[in-house]
T-cell receptor
Framework: KNQVEQSPQSLIILEGKNCTLQ??????????LRWYKQDTGRGPVSLTI?????NTKSNGRYTATLDADTKQSSLHITASQLSDSASYIC?????????????FGRGTQLTVWP | EADIYQTPRYLVIGTGKKITLECSQT?????MYWYQQDPGMELHLIHY???????EKGDLSSESTVSRIRTEHFPLTLESARPSHTSQYLC????????????FGQGTRLTVV
């Protein structure tokens, strides 16, 4: 069964600190992995997309890593800001169908305190 | 900024009413999706479309229906709303695979009373 598991479920950090969010998946055959940021009551916004051959991708203070062998990804946030408070969702796409199905994790709810 | 729009953003409606949630995109994407998301939970695919006149049901059983008469427009309709339909509905387009982007609308928060 294709699944995406994220940890931790929720995280509270102080402003200026770094944090790392984890994503494990069993989706096969793998196409790509995306990290999205979703503010409360809004639609998800893409942070990074990585294909099989990419190990690391950065977008400002966000750095995603991918280990396709162990089927793990992480999202590292550097020097957190209050505006980083949101749900971070790991999404894995398969290539077993013409749709390119998206499998969603439940997200990690990050809260940044001043 | 993604060019995909959902209206209304918020809707409170009585049981038994018929409602249509609108979704439009100006990016020319063939693939469009509707997801349902309860608070703190993952997104569940309820409908998708490969293009004009193509619609399919997703993983999560839904009493809603969709239509795709034009590439840019993918409305979702509930013929008779019930309290169990209370949820957030997210529309997306793109995500063709191979690393391409899937863009999401802002969502419609539906409350059926």
């Amino acid at each position: 069964k294709n699944q995406v598991e994220q940890s931790p479920q929720s995280l509270i950090i102080l402003e200026g600190k770094n944090c790392t969010l984890q994503c494990n998946y069993t989706v096969s055959p793998f196409s790509n992995l995306r990290w999205y940021k979703q503010d409360t009551g809004r639609g998800p916004v893409s942070l990074t997309i990585m294909t099989f051959s990419e190990n690391t991708k950065s977008n400002g203070r966000y750095t995603a890593t991918l280990d396709a062998d162990t089927k793990q990804s992480s999202l590292h946030i550097t020097a957190s800001q209050l505006s980083d408070s949101a749900s971070y969702i790991c999404v894995v796409s398969d290539r077993g169908s013409t749709l390119g199905r998206l499998y969603f994790g439940r997200g990690t709810q990050l809260t940044v305190w001043p | 900024e993604a060019d995909i729009y959902q209206t209304p953003r918020y809707l409170v409606i009585g049981t038994g009413k018929k409602i249509t949630l609108e979704c439009s995109q100006t990016m020319g994407h063939d693939k469009m999706y509707w997801y349902q998301q309860d608070p703190g939970m993952e997104l569940h695919l309820i409908h998708y479309s490969y293009g004009v006149n193509s619609t399919e049901k997703g993983d999560l059983s839904s009493e809603s229906t969709v239509s795709r008469i034009r590439t840019e427009h993918f409305p979702l309709t509930l013929e008779s709303a019930r309290p169990s339909h209370t949820s957030q509905y997210l529309c997306a387009s793109g995500g063709e695979g191979g690393g391409t982007e899937a863009f999401f609308g802002q969502g419609t928060r539906l409350t059926v009373v």
